[in-house]
């Protein structure tokens, strides 16, 4: 008797749509320190930190940053422009939904400026090497407060996909954002502790 109610809920529940496919899921979850798969780039997120540096106005003050510290593989033939990598940050939010970057929407107003370097020997570059893993500090700093305590304390980023286009005519090559449908096509998310040492 329970096996023939059991079969007849089952056969109900097929009947009403319970049973069908489940809705394809999103981009995958990636965790920090695991590599994600960008296509032209392959990015580790290594750590994320909240501190002071100098100021730069040669006054000896400091101003509170938050670093996303990157090593990233370039996989084109030449050198890419670190921006690139930047902007396949498609959006970067705060735990309570503060907006903190967002590529996507040039009207979107972050309370956040950022910049992306090659540290390196000797003077940062703004390029990544070709076929070679380098190091990128992404650098975020907070707009009209120096206070570490207004930083974030987990991030949610969202990466999106970038490729070494080639385009059929031409056979020239170029970097760009792969879209679908208008949208940038997203290939992981990540949710990032921050860690604060001020």
């Not at 590529?103 to 956040?112: G, L, M």
């Not at 059929?168 to 990032?192: N, S, W």
Request: hydrophobic share 40%.
């Amino acid at each position: 008797m329970t096996v023939l109610v059991a079969a007849a809920g089952i056969g109900a529940t097929a009947a009403f749509g319970g049973l069908a496919k489940a809705p394809p899921s999103g981009p995958p979850q990636a965790r920090m320190g695991e590599e994600v798969d960008q296509d032209l780039f392959h990015t580790k997120i290594v750590d994320a930190v909240v501190h002071t540096v100098p100021s730069g106005t040669g006054s000896g003050s400091e101003r509170t940053v938050l670093d996303l510290d990157l090593r990233v593989f370039n996989q084109a033939q030449v050198s890419v422009r670190a921006d690139y990598l930047a902007q396949s940050f498609l959006t970067v939010v705060s735990r309570d939904g503060e907006l903190v970057l967002d590529t996507t929407n040039p009207r979107a107003q972050p309370n956040f400026m950022y910049d992306a370097i090659v540290p390196g020997a000797g003077v940062p570059s703004r390029l990544l090497p070709p076929k070679r893993t380098s190091t990128v500090l992404m650098r975020f700093r907070r707009l009209g407060a120096d206070d570490a305590d207004k930083y974030p304390s987990l991030l949610d980023i969202t990466l999106g996909k970038y490729e070494n286009h080639e385009d059929a005519l031409t056979g020239r090559r170029f970097v760009q954002l792969v879209t679908d449908d208008g949208k940038p096509e997203v290939v992981a998310r990540l949710a990032v502790p921050v860690r604060k040492d001020v």
